[in-house]
Each structure stands twice: as C-alpha cells, then as structure tokens.
C-alpha cells in the first residue's frame, strides 16, 4: 500500500513570495490533516478535511494560509505571502477515519529567506 | 484545550542501556495516547498507541508503554537500546471522539556506541 505523499520535499522562497504544497493521501483515507512543524517542536495541526469539507482551521493563520482539497483526495495548502516564521516542515497525514490512525507523508521543508 | 509536556529535550543512552521517555498530559476529557517516531530526514511513523483496555501497550520493536490515568501520565520505555533506536520521539493525545492530535516538544534519543 502506497504512503502519503508529498511534493515538493524541499522549497526555498524569498518572505512576500507565494508557495504552493501538495498532498496525496492513502487511497480510501476520507480524513486528511496539514500539521506545521517548527524546527525544535511537536508538529502543530492547521487543517483537518473530512473527505472535501473543513472540520477544523481553528489554527490556520487565515490572512496568508488556504488549503483546499477538491474532489476528497488530494490537497494544496498555499502561503501568500510568505513570512520569515513560516519556515517549517509542513506534513500531511491522513486516516481512514477521523477516529483512526493517522499516517503522515514525509514532508515539505521550506525556508523563508 | 488538552496539553502535552514531555520532559526532557534530549537523552543520551549508551546501546544495551534502558531508556525512558516521560510524557505527561492535560485534558478535561477522556483521551487516546500515542507515541511517533521520527528518524532522521523521514516523516513521523506511529509507535504504539493506548485507546482502551490494558494499560500497558506495546510496540513491535520491543518499545513499550503504560498509561496512568491518575497520573496523567503515558511515559515509553525500552529495556535495551540500538543504534538505530536514534531518532525524536513525539508523545501526542487526541480525544476519544475525534483526532486532531496534540503533540508534546518531542524527545531526542541519542544512542551511543
């Protein structure tokens, strides 16, 4: 069975700059989560769909970050424009469920210069 | 709103050593327990995790850990470390009825020679 995955693994931006990540879930997995990872922390959850719909944003810095995840399978989270503090890694993860275990993708590291 | 606090930034073990990794938590709810692990350069991969039942919980890799409900705490153990036990170890709760999960500032183990 195929993992989360996740483009591009690395990304390098001048802050005011736009970027733009990708995520493709486990085939069949209705729940997808965006989780931002400060370098030295635990990740932190931004999004959470249930199939296409938002069930919780409640920590998405909404003037700069949208996601959206038409069709219930893949996933774009956007940054525009970019900050200096909004250098991370961005993981995906998804479930089966929303009770289920969560699998995460490998990553995109991005550096706001 | 529910917590993680995992004591200690960083343990070196030497190899053959045990090892633990405390992990304490607040919620005002019931919770799930988990424990991921983060290999160097790879995306983070569940441990083990406690939803019910025995308190005690196992991983295939000789990992193991126990909840204590009146102490608030879900603290990983391993008797006798590898070299390529060298990773971060994040503890993290979700609700029982839901699965956004709270990660804790993560661990790092350093396994030596």
């Known amino acids: 069975e195929a993992g989360v995955a996740q483009s591009p693994r690395y990304k390098i931006i001048e802050k005011r700059q736009s970027v733009a990540f990708w995520c493709n879930p486990i085939?069949?997995?209705?729940?997808l989560y965006w989780y931002q990872q400060i370098l030295g922390q635990g990740p932190k959850l931004l999004i959470q769909f249930q199939n296409n719909g938002v069930v919780d944003d409640s920590q998405l810095p909404k003037d700069r970050f949208s996601a959206e995840r038409l069709k219930g399978v893949d996933s774009t989270l956007k940054i525009q424009p970019a900050k200096l503090e909004d250098s991370a890694v961005y993981l995906c993860?998804?479930?089966?469920?929303?009770?289920?275990?969560?699998?995460f993708g490998p990553g995109t590291r991005l550096t706001v210069l | 709103a529910q917590s993680v606090t995992q004591l200690d930034s960083q343990v070196p073990v030497f190899e053959e050593a045990p090892v633990e990794l405390r992990c304490n938590y607040s919620?005002?709810?019931?919770?799930?327990l988990f424990w991921y692990v983060q290999y160097p350069n790879q995306g983070l991969q569940l441990l083990l995790k406690y939803l019910s039942g025995s308190t005690l919980v196992e991983s295939i890799n000789g990992f193991e850990a126990e909840f204590n409900k009146s102490q608030t705490s879900f603290h990983l153990r391993k008797p006798s470390v590898h070299i390529s036990d060298t990773a971060e170890y994040f503890c993290a709760v979700s609700k029982a009825a839901g699965n956004k999960l709270t990660f804790g500032g993560g661990t790092r183990v350093l396994v030596k020679p």
């Open positions: 919620s005002s709810v019931s919770v799930y």
């Open positions: 993860a998804s479930s089966g469920t929303s009770r289920d275990t969560q699998y």
């Open positions: 085939s069949g997995h209705a729940t």
